[in-house]
């Protein structure tokens, strides 16, 4: 009997049975391919489509060779007439599911130029319409160090993060990205919080695009009311003269204060039409409502892949407001007067105690580490990857500089005080400004194309984590939205500051990704290879210090 039951639980075929061993090098790959599946029947970008019979027996085939043999023995490794060319192989899933693989792949890898620009579209984000203001708030000089500084820190810690799946010896880290590395190190504390963290990140820039999204879609739509009654609101606005004018939205309120103007001038029409107008076309009361309709069903789609053909939009916009920025600055020239402590009536120190506001908004602007795994992947030569992602970076701090000195220092003083800049710059235009209404309809189609691939990642990380599902049910994901969307309307509504938003959102989620989590995870890696050194153990531990002291400061200013 037990002779028996040893036979049952010995593989089919065993090494001990022939001499042979086989190789499947020598075969043709191209002869012998009798297993063909078309195309439709893979899944190619949706992964929701179903994956054909034909699909199905071919990954059955290759699973059955797989159990002929124990693990170890390659007696009877899948043939290559099993086996589909490289270009066509992809994962299944147990789901009915398949992914084409494409890392693979060499000729699909990006040369660096295309990397660096990668790089710098995904970084480039709603960051920067506040640079102009985190500049004031820091004052001119201390500003422009600041960012300086900030993004050189900000880089070094990126540089720890894409060196640290590497620095594992002993395991195949190639397709880790830098959750994973904390799960290494961390265990479950590791991993659940740096999806947390993640998760702040994400949420956070959704909660500012609501925000600007109403923002943008109230001056979009009240640029066409104007323009076809004929409503002209520039006595009602404090602001400069001329053909090129700038205003100050709220002169009465606090640095960094942000409400709704709620004065219209009508010329030519009856003031009950625009009343009613205005009681019906509101930046807090309604138009954070009205995006609800079009928003929270895209947010419900089981696949952000048509979403994804629009993030060429991103480097458009981003373009287009450096153009802008530059006409702006010509038409206006510089007004800059420098007061080293003191803040007068019309300019700003250059030095002011409200800096770590800016330091908050530059964590967020630089923050790339939670992906940046991800896209140095794809670099043809990985060997310049450090290269190519501290130009990126430089690219990236030129953008910020250049959009952020141009607008503070073309921003009219006298006339107008330096403590008008708001945190969306575009705020100092008034709605009848052409360049800054195309501005804003390019700004709001693409964060309505945007903010539907944001929520598909916290759900993809969030569900996956906790459900291991993406999409477990649709009453899952509806109610996860809910809760996004929710945030959203609710601070569009009572604390539309965009600045404020993101300097929170990025000191929290810097504190974990960019500072303690990187730093920690060097500090281990060079202390179990013997090479951690107390310069290095205090230059880092300085690093989690400075992003505790970062999140702290917010809270102060």
């Not at 699973?63 to 170890?72: G, V």
């Not at 981003?318 to 020239?333: D, E, M, R, W």
């Not at 940046?372 to 290269?387: A, G, P």
Request: aromatic share 14%; net charge neutral; charged share 15%.
């Amino acid at each position: 009997m037990s002779a028996v039951m040893e036979d049952d639980s010995r593989p089919l075929l065993s090494s001990e049975q022939t001499g042979e061993s086989y190789s499947t090098d020598s075969l043709d790959f191209k002869a012998k391919r009798p297993f063909h599946v078309e195309p439709r029947n893979i899944v190619g970008d949706d992964p929701q489509e179903r994956v054909s019979a034909e699909a199905a027996i071919l990954n059955s085939r290759v699973h059955y060779y797989s159990r002929l043999t124990a693990s170890s023995d390659r007696l009877l490794s899948p043939p290559n007439h099993v086996i589909p060319r490289q270009e066509e192989i992809y994962i299944y899933s147990p789901l009915g599911t398949a992914f084409k693989v494409t890392g693979s792949d060499p000729s699909s890898k990006n040369p660096s130029i295309i990397t660096i620009f990668a790089v710098w579209n995904t970084m480039m984000g709603t960051s920067i319409l506040s640079i102009p203001w985190g500049i004031k708030q820091a004052g001119f000089t201390l500003g422009i160090l600041i960012l300086i500084f900030t993004g050189l820190l900000m880089l070094y810690c990126c540089y720890i993060v894409l060196k640290s799946p590497k620095a594992i010896p002993d395991m195949d880290t190639s397709d880790w990205e830098f959750p994973d590395v904390c799960s290494y190190y961390f265990g479950k504390f590791g991993k659940w919080s740096s999806l947390f963290f993640s998760m702040v990140s994400l949420i956070g820039a959704m909660v500012v695009y609501w925000v600007l999204m109403s923002n943008f879609l109230y001056n979009t739509g009240q640029f066409i009311y104007n323009y076809a009654h004929n409503v002209n609101m520039s006595d009602s606005e404090f602001g400069t003269n001329g053909s090129d004018r700038v205003i100050c939205p709220y002169p009465n309120t606090e640095p960094g204060g942000n409400h709704t103007i709620s004065t219209l001038y009508i010329s030519g029409n009856d003031t009950s039409d625009g009343t009613s107008f205005e009681h019906w076309w509101s930046k807090t009361n309604t138009i954070p409502l009205y995006l609800i309709i079009l928003l929270l069903p895209l947010l419900c789609f089981r696949s952000a892949a048509f979403f994804a053909r629009f993030t060429f939009l991103g480097t458009i916009s981003v373009v287009y407001l450096i153009v802008l920025v530059t006409i702006k600055a010509v038409h206006l020239g510089f007004h800059l007067e420098f007061h080293w402590f003191d803040t007068t009536e019309i300019y700003v120190a250059e030095f002011r105690l409200l800096f770590p506001q800016f330091t908050g908004v530059l964590t967020l602007a630089f923050f790339i580490h939670n992906c940046i795994v991800t896209l140095m992947k794809n670099n043809k030569h990985q060997e310049n990857n450090v290269r190519d992602l501290s130009v990126a970076y430089l690219l990236v701090g030129l953008t910020y500089l250049y959009v952020g000195v141009l607008i503070f220092a073309a921003f009219p003083s006298p006339a107008l005080s330096k403590d008008c800049i708001e945190p969306n710059f575009l705020d100092n235009f008034p709605t009848s400004d052409v360049l800054v209404f195309v501005a804003r309809a390019f700004l709001l189609f693409q964060m309505i194309t945007v903010y539907p691939l944001l929520g598909y990642l916290v759900r993809v990380q969030m569900m996956g984590q906790i459900f291991g599902n993406h999409y477990p049910s649709f009453l899952h994901v509806l109610a996860l939205n809910i809760v996004i969307v929710g945030a959203g309307v609710l601070m569009a509504k009572f604390y539309p500051n965009i600045g404020s938003i993101i300097r929170f959102s990025g000191a929290t989620c810097g504190l974990a990704l960019v500072f303690v989590f990187p730093a920690l995870v060097h500090m281990i890696s060079l202390r179990r290879q013997g090479l951690l050194r107390w310069p290095s153990a205090i230059f880092h531990s300085f690093l989690i210090l400075l992003g505790m002291a970062n999140l702290l400061a917010q809270f102060f200013m």
